[in-house]
C-alpha cells in the first residue's frame, strides 16, 4: 500500500531553517504530483507547495514564495521542502500528499484532488 512518512519538523526561531522530507513507497514516485500542506490549530488545511509529476514544474503559496523551495528526487521517492526566513505564522502541522498523474495548476493546489496523504510533522517557530 501507499505510504508517506514526512520527517525534519522540530522547534525552530525566527527567521532560521528546516527542511522537510517526504519519503514515499508502494507507488511509481515518478507518475505522482507531490505536495506539501499545513494545518495550523484551529485553521483549515492549506496549501504550500507543489511539484507536477510531468515536468516537476513547482507552485507555491503567496504566503511562502520567496523562502520555501520545493524539490523531488524520484530516484530516492522523496519530495523535500526547503524553508527558510520561517516566521511564527509558518507554525503548523505538515503534511505530505500524493495524486497520479495531477496535472493542471488549480488542481494541484486543491487539498481535494490529493488521494494519499502523510501522518504529518510539527513545525514549531518561536518568535
Known amino acids: 500500500q501507499v505510504q508517506l512518512v514526512e520527517s525534519g519538523g522540530g522547534l525552530v526561531q525566527a527567521g532560521g531553517s528546516l527542511r522537510l522530507s517526504c519519503a514515499a513507497s508502494?507507488?511509481?514516485?515518478?507518475?505522482?504530483?507531490m505536495a506539501w500542506f499545513r494545518q495550523a490549530p484551529g485553521k483549515e488545511r492549506e496549501f504550500v507547495a507543489a511539484t507536477r509529476w510531468s515536468d516537476s514544474s513547482t507552485y507555491y503559496a503567496d504566503s511562502v514564495k520567496g523562502r520555501f523551495t520545493i524539490s523531488r528526487d524520484n530516484a530516492k521517492n522523496t519530495v523535500y521542502l526547503q524553508m527558510n526566513s520561517l516566521k511564527p505564522e509558518d507554525t503548523a502541522v505538515y503534511y505530505c500528499?500524493?495524486?497520479?498523474?495531477?496535472?493542471?495548476?488549480?488542481?494541484?493546489?486543491?487539498?481535494?484532488?490529493?488521494?494519499?496523504w502523510g501522518q504529518g510533522t510539527q513545525v514549531t517557530v518561536s518568535s
Open positions: 508502494g507507488l511509481a514516485f515518478s507518475t505522482y504530483t
Open positions: 500528499a500524493a495524486d497520479l498523474y495531477l496535472s493542471s495548476r488549480s488542481s494541484v493546489t486543491r487539498k481535494y484532488e490529493y488521494d494519499y
